[in-house]
């Protein structure tokens, strides 16, 4: 099944360009709170999916093309982000990143991105007004967490995983000496973490250890490689996340990107596309507002 969040945080079923919207299975309540309808929803599958397969039967649709899509998951409790995933990517970017000394994720463990950079396939990726920084991207496979769990041994954590999504991690690279602000700055602007275009439950993704990941800039290809050239594995990840804290329903996990990271810039257009999972596109903007300090 494919779950879209779109408008004001409703949500549909997608089918072949089309959209059935089974907002009605999250109890009115969530009215007053709609940007949590879909962590409801996550948290209570096993016993809302009649509801939702008999609402989907029940709606006329509309074209997915005449809404506009929000992030996969617009407010996921926590962003986990792998930092250095897949051998080929580590060190090609020199003294541009605080990723050093050939460590994976396995060595790094996790960062975290804010939850409040995430978009979806309708807004867009902001950068800082006149900015001469790089901005890079980075193409993920997004692993969207169902049952929370603590301690969760790796031969355990398929069972708690909803489904995936593609994740642009974008980033600004620090310049050695001159700037060096904090990784979870430097990831969390604006749009900084498209997730979409929706989720593809785990039961449509048999194996998600074997999908190409690949990323254009205005067509020409950048990013190409194979979620089976992960480092960390996701049961790995899942084991490793929840052995410092628990993930809850609706956590998202990007974990980690290939080699061919490289820029973008205003008026470039970024797309992702995972095998069996989907295809992302995202414009770049320039932000109108002036920062009070220079980016
Ligand atoms: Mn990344």
Same mark, same amino acid.
């Given at each position: 099944?494919?779950?879209?969040?779109? =408008?004001?945080?409703?949500?549909?079923? /997608? +089918?072949? *360009?089309?959209?059935?919207?089974?907002?009605?299975?999250?109890?009115?309540?969530?009215?007053?709170?709609?940007?949590?309808?879909?962590? &409801?929803?996550?948290?209570? &599958?096993?016993?809302?999916?009649?509801?939702?397969?008999?609402?989907?039967?029940?709606?006329?649709?509309?074209?997915?093309?005449?809404?506009?899509?929000?992030?996969?998951?617009?407010?996921?409790?926590?962003?986990?982000?792998?930092?250095?995933?897949?051998?080929?990517?580590?060190?090609?970017?020199?003294?541009?990143?605080?990723?050093?000394?050939?460590?994976?994720?396995?060595?790094? @463990?996790?960062?975290?991105?804010?939850?409040?950079?995430?978009?979806?396939?309708?807004?867009?990726?902001?950068?800082?007004?006149?900015?001469?920084?790089?901005?890079?991207?980075?193409?993920?496979?997004?692993?969207?967490?169902?049952?929370?769990?603590?301690?969760?041994?790796?031969?355990?954590?398929? +069972?708690? $995983?909803?489904?995936?999504?593609?994740?642009?991690?974008?980033?600004?690279?620090? +310049?050695?000496?001159?700037?060096?602000?904090?990784?979870?700055?430097?990831?969390?602007?604006?749009?900084?973490?498209? $997730? *979409?275009?929706?989720?593809?439950?785990?039961?449509?993704?048999?194996?998600?250890? =074997?999908? !190409? =990941?690949?990323? &254009? /800039?205005? *067509?020409?290809?950048?990013?190409?490689?194979?979620?089976?050239?992960?480092?960390?594995?996701?049961?790995?990840?899942?084991?490793?996340?929840?052995?410092?804290?628990?993930?809850?329903?609706?956590?998202?996990?990007?974990?980690?990107?290939? +080699?061919?990271?490289?820029?973008?810039?205003? @008026?470039?257009? /970024?797309?992702?596309?995972?095998?069996?999972?989907?295809?992302?596109?995202?414009?770049?903007?320039?932000?109108?507002?002036?920062?009070?300090? !220079?980016?």
């Amino acid at each position: 099944m494919k779950i879209a969040s779109f =408008n004001d945080f409703r949500i549909g079923i /997608v +089918e072949d *360009g089309q959209l059935f919207d089974i907002t009605s299975v999250v109890p009115a309540a969530f009215d007053a709170l709609p940007q949590q309808r879909l962590n &409801w929803l996550i948290a209570q &599958w096993a016993q809302a999916l009649p509801a939702a397969q008999a609402a989907r039967a029940s709606v006329s649709p509309v074209a997915l093309a005449s809404v506009q899509l929000l992030a996969a998951t617009p407010c996921p409790p926590h962003v986990f982000a792998a930092p250095a995933n897949y051998r080929k990517h580590l060190g090609e970017l020199g003294d541009r990143t605080v990723t050093k000394k050939g460590r994976s994720a396995r060595e790094q @463990g996790f960062f975290l991105k804010a939850p409040a950079s995430v978009v979806g396939a309708g807004g867009a990726i902001f950068v800082p007004k006149g900015s001469a920084r790089r901005f890079d991207h980075e193409s993920e496979l997004a692993v969207i967490i169902g049952k929370g769990g603590r301690d969760i041994p790796r031969a355990k954590a398929m +069972e708690h $995983v909803f489904g995936y999504a593609c994740l642009l991690d974008a980033t600004m690279r620090i +310049e050695k000496d001159t700037f060096e602000e904090e990784r979870s700055m430097r990831k969390s602007f604006e749009g900084f973490t498209p $997730v *979409g275009p929706y989720i593809v439950t785990a039961d449509e993704v048999p194996d998600p250890a =074997n999908l !190409a =990941n690949r990323l &254009w /800039v205005n *067509g020409e290809l950048r990013q190409e490689a194979n979620t089976s050239e992960m480092i960390v594995d996701i049961p790995e990840l899942i084991e490793l996340i929840s052995s410092v804290l628990p993930l809850v329903p609706g956590d998202l996990i990007a974990t980690g990107t290939p +080699e061919g990271v490289g820029p973008f810039a205003a @008026g470039d257009t /970024v797309t992702i596309e995972i095998e069996g999972v989907g295809r992302l596109s995202m414009p770049v903007r320039e932000r109108e507002h002036v920062s009070p300090r !220079a980016y």
